[in-house]
């Protein structure tokens, strides 16, 4: 499985590690707009986040290698200008807009985009919708966003069991890149149609900023059920440099108790074949999760129910590390059926 990986940012970089890590497929190219190559060796070897790597690429020519990997660097503008005759599968973790119908084109046998996409042949998210998978129908997939890789898999449990009449979802979430160090003008968004956001333009690092969030928006591409006409949703965006948080609130059709929901969740982290759920009782902070590859990790020191049906959840996650691991994780599945088949 010789996959090429478009974009080494944050994401692209997670996925890399991961995957060098795990062993879980060989990723043989990388196409970035940095056309330094020493300077992207050393931005995959050294990471203010998750540390420096301990066998650490040097720039060769036109790839980087270290002693058990040696990966060729592109520097094209679109997957079209590449010649993917010895590429099996595509990992988009550009964050650019892409055109659906032009990636259907390519020669390979799939394109995995790391952002929601209404027009991908398919939207998936561990824990929900995984089994829908078919490389037959499938050729561009979205592996979702952190925010709703985090959130769908507790929302279905919920919904399976006690039916989820309305709510209100909060994800409070660290920094990003698009985002400035100190005040200045206004930022806009090509890939979310804004042109001009102001609370964007004020200082990351100095100030919690309120924002709209994508996330329930993203969770309907995957399940169609959940949806903005009655979960509605907002954004926090904090100083710190990984690990989100989301403040749940449902309001049930069923009448349950939080021994019964604590119950379910612990079922489900028992039986799951991903790592996707984790409960947690402990007095854990954010800087705790920092790394950890589970994405729907439910603490239960803020698991509560009033009235019967109105259900209080917060969800911990990894945006970049724990979301690239699930990336990671649905690629593999891919390779485990054309192994298997």
Request: aromatic content about 6%; hydrophobic content about 40%; some cysteine.
């Amino acid at each position: 499985m010789r996959v090429l990986l478009n974009g080494v940012g944050r994401i692209g970089k997670a996925i890399l590690r991961i995957t060098l890590a795990n062993k879980v497929f060989d990723i043989v190219a990388i196409n970035e707009l940095n056309p330094n190559i020493e300077s992207i060796a050393y931005s995959i070897n050294y990471d203010s986040t998750y540390g420096a790597m301990n066998d650490k690429f040097v720039a060769s020519g036109d790839c980087i290698e270290n002693s058990t990997s040696k990966i060729a660097i592109f520097n094209h503008g679109s997957l079209q200008e590449i010649n993917l005759q010895n590429i099996d599968i595509i990992i988009d973790a550009s964050g650019s807009k892409v055109d659906i119908k032009a990636l259907k084109q390519l020669p390979v046998k799939a394109i995995f985009l790391t952002h929601p996409n209404k027009d991908a042949d398919i939207n998936v998210i561990l824990g929900v919708n995984e089994k829908s998978l078919n490389l037959n129908v499938h050729k561009v997939i979205s592996t979702s966003s952190c925010n709703a890789t985090a959130l769908l898999p507790v929302l279905k449990l919920i919904d399976d069991h006690k039916t989820i009449a309305c709510g209100d979802i909060v994800t409070i979430h660290p920094l990003l890149n698009h985002q400035r160090v100190l005040d200045s003008g206004c930022i806009g968004s090509q890939n979310r149609g804004v042109a001009c956001n102001l609370e964007f333009g004020r200082s990351a690092t100095q100030n919690i900023i309120p924002s709209q969030t994508t996330t329930i928006e993203a969770c309907s591409y995957v399940m169609k059920s959940i949806h903005s006409k009655f979960i509605s949703s907002s954004s926090l965006r904090v100083p710190t440099n990984t690990v989100g948080a989301i403040s749940v609130t449902l309001f049930l059709k069923n009448p349950c108790t939080k021994e019964e929901i604590i119950n379910l969740c612990q079922a489900y982290e028992k039986d799951q074949k991903f790592d996707i759920l984790l409960n947690n009782h402990e007095p854990l902070v954010s800087s705790d999760f920092q790394a950890q590859r589970y994405t729907t990790i439910v603490d239960h020191r803020f698991t509560d129910v009033k009235a019967e049906k109105m259900l209080k959840l917060l969800i911990w996650y990894d945006n970049e590390w724990g979301y690239a691991s699930k990336v990671a994780d649905i690629v593999q599945k891919i390779f485990n059926i054309r192994r298997e088949s």
